[in-house]
């Protein structure tokens, strides 16, 4: 049984010239965990700029207007505080599509002390606050073209009588007294004020977000032009930019030792909530955010619990820097059973090789295709799915066809900067199921995997 063990691990890393990209935080099952490294975010601004130019040139629009939370997080490398209380269109990204006009970004007064931090980049900022005379307008649906709004002005927290600021806190003063605070009332109205700053109130600008694309007329945008741009961000995302290879790269190491650690902590008996809760708690340890895992089937573990000798898959998801990892494996706790062992060896085989077809040029049907073909050839009788899709700033960063009237993906081909992955699940109600996947980076030549090359089937010993 090592034996094949050593011969699949060589095989995958040989056929599909995979790096190792290990973290001091992992634990190989069975093994004790090595002390945990936080990881740190990356500081520079993500937006793939010569893609963005290029695509809102063929879409025809003069800028892209931002304000779903993984757009504008996209275009302005800020996340508001409100928006991670759970509150939408807080931060609004606007990029010209003249690439000498500066990228907007339409912040919360109240988030300007992150614009204190020395490591990160950041767009132009308009700040916004509230109404002055909120009461003024009550019963009304919107605002004359010219009409002007008070904003409540940004008031600091007294000081303490007795105290010296931190230098953290002499950061934020400095940003108080020299920044503009409160320069709208409202996001929309910062939208409009930076709009017309950049000369694009009459402008066609793609618009993400339905709510602030129906808002934006009514408060005094009404000769602005407003297509969808749900779409045409999804594609300028499809190819990450060098900013964001690295946050996949960061992200793919930290989803990769949490699931790791988290393995070898399974023991028969524990609850999905249980396995579950393990992965989370590893991912925070790491700095990173959990977003979900599936273990057993997609429904949960088939028997409610952890069952010794049943095959079980984990399909990982954890988000750092507002990235997505994308990591699945086969587990068995106690000794595995023969016909697990050789179609574990057979799902290295087929990952290896589909690997190797990786390439620019190659389409999603093709891989789905040619995939499906190598696992017969292989002798594979099971089952075996095999769906590629993008990762990124969400768990599927792919466009829509714009052809049609309901989301479909298209027949994407592959491109030099895309990180995707292929989906190889086995789902065998009676049996167990199966898994293995990973974070794969396009390059101009094939394919590189971005977290540890390895054997799909991981033994735990009870």
């Known amino acids: 049984m090592e034996s094949s063990r050593r011969e699949l691990m060589g095989l995958m890393a040989?056929?599909?010239?995979?790096?190792?990209?290990?973290?001091?935080?992992?634990?190989?099952?069975?093994?004790?965990?090595?002390?945990?490294?936080?990881?740190?975010?990356?500081?520079?601004?993500?937006?793939?700029?010569?893609?963005?130019?290029?695509?809102?040139?063929?879409?025809?629009?003069?800028?892209?207007?931002?304000?779903?939370?993984?757009n504008s997080r996209y275009v302005t490398n800020i996340r508001s505080v409100i928006s991670e209380m759970g509150s939408s269109l807080r931060v609004v990204g606007i990029m010209p599509a003249d690439p000498k006009r500066p990228i907007v970004a339409v912040m919360p007064t109240v988030d300007i002390g992150r614009h204190t931090a020395p490591d990160?980049?950041?767009?132009?900022?308009?700040?916004?606050?509230?109404?002055?005379?909120?009461?003024?307008?009550?019963?009304?649906?919107?605002?004359?073209?010219?009409?002007?709004?008070?904003?409540?002005?940004?008031?600091?927290?007294?000081?303490?009588?007795?105290?010296?600021?931190?230098?953290?806190?002499?950061?934020?003063?400095r940003n108080e007294t020299s920044l503009p605070v409160a320069q709208a009332a409202s996001v929309e109205l910062g939208v409009k004020k930076a709009l017309e700053t950049l000369g694009l109130a009459r402008g066609r600008v793609a618009v993400d977000d339905a709510a602030l694309a129906a808002a934006l007329p009514r408060f005094g945008l009404?000769?602005?032009?407003?297509?969808?741009?749900?779409?045409?961000?999804?594609?300028?995302?499809?190819?990450?930019?060098?900013?964001?290879?690295?946050?996949?790269?960061?992200?793919?190491?930290?989803?990769?030792?949490?699931?790791?650690?988290?393995?070898?902590?399974?023991?028969?008996?524990?609850?999905?909530?249980d396995v579950q809760a393990l992965f989370f708690a590893e991912v925070a340890r790491r700095g990173g955010r959990p977003l979900f895992i599936v273990a057993g089937m997609t429904s949960g573990l088939r028997q409610g619990r952890l069952a010794a000798q049943?095959?079980?898959?984990?399909?990982?998801?954890?988000?750092?820097?507002?990235?997505?990892?994308?990591?699945?494996?086969?587990?068995?706790?106690?000794?595995?059973?023969?016909?697990?062992?050789?179609?574990?060896?057979?799902?290295?085989?087929?990952?290896?090789?589909m690997t190797g077809m990786l390439k620019p040029g190659v389409r999603y049907s093709e891989i789905t295709g040619r995939g499906r073909a190598m696992a017969k050839a292989l002798g594979a009788t099971f089952p075996i799915g095999f769906t590629p899709h993008s990762v990124g700033l969400t768990h599927s960063d792919d466009p829509w066809r714009d052809d049609l009237p309901f989301q479909s993906r298209p027949d994407i081909a592959l491109e030099p900067g895309m990180v995707i992955t292929v989906d190889l699940p086995t789902l065998e109600p009676g049996w167990g199921s199966m898994h293995l996947e990973s974070l794969i980076l396009i390059t101009r030549d094939g394919a590189e995997w971005?977290?540890?090359?390895?054997?799909?089937?991981?033994?735990?010993?009870?």
């Open 14 to 70: 040989g056929a599909a010239g995979l790096g190792a990209l290990g973290e001091a935080a992992a634990a190989a099952p069975g093994g004790a965990a090595l002390a945990v490294r936080p990881l740190k975010p990356d500081g520079r601004l993500p937006v793939n700029r010569e893609r963005a130019y290029a695509l809102m040139k063929e879409a025809g629009v003069d800028a892209i207007v931002v304000g779903s939370d993984a």
């Open 310 to 353: 049943e095959p079980f898959l984990v399909d990982c998801c954890g988000n750092f820097d507002g990235y997505s990892g994308d990591w699945a494996r086969t587990v068995v706790l106690g000794t595995p059973p023969r016909l697990l062992l050789d179609r574990a060896k057979l799902l290295g085989r087929v990952a290896a090789e």
């Open 450 to 462: 971005l977290d540890r090359s390895d054997d799909p089937l991981y033994e735990v010993p009870v």
């Open 120 to 173: 990160r980049e950041w767009p132009e900022i308009i700040t916004y606050s509230a109404p002055s005379e909120i009461e003024r307008f009550r019963g009304r649906a919107g605002l004359a073209p010219d009409e002007t709004v008070a904003a409540v002005p940004a008031r600091s927290w007294p000081k303490a009588a007795d105290g010296a600021l931190t230098p953290i806190e002499g950061g934020w003063e």
């Open 222 to 273: 009404d000769r602005l032009t407003i297509v969808p741009g749900e779409n045409l961000l999804r594609r300028m995302r499809l190819v990450k930019s060098a900013v964001e290879i690295d946050r996949m790269r960061t992200v793919s190491r930290l989803n990769d030792a949490a699931a790791r650690a988290m393995i070898a902590q399974l023991t028969p008996g524990m609850t999905f909530e």
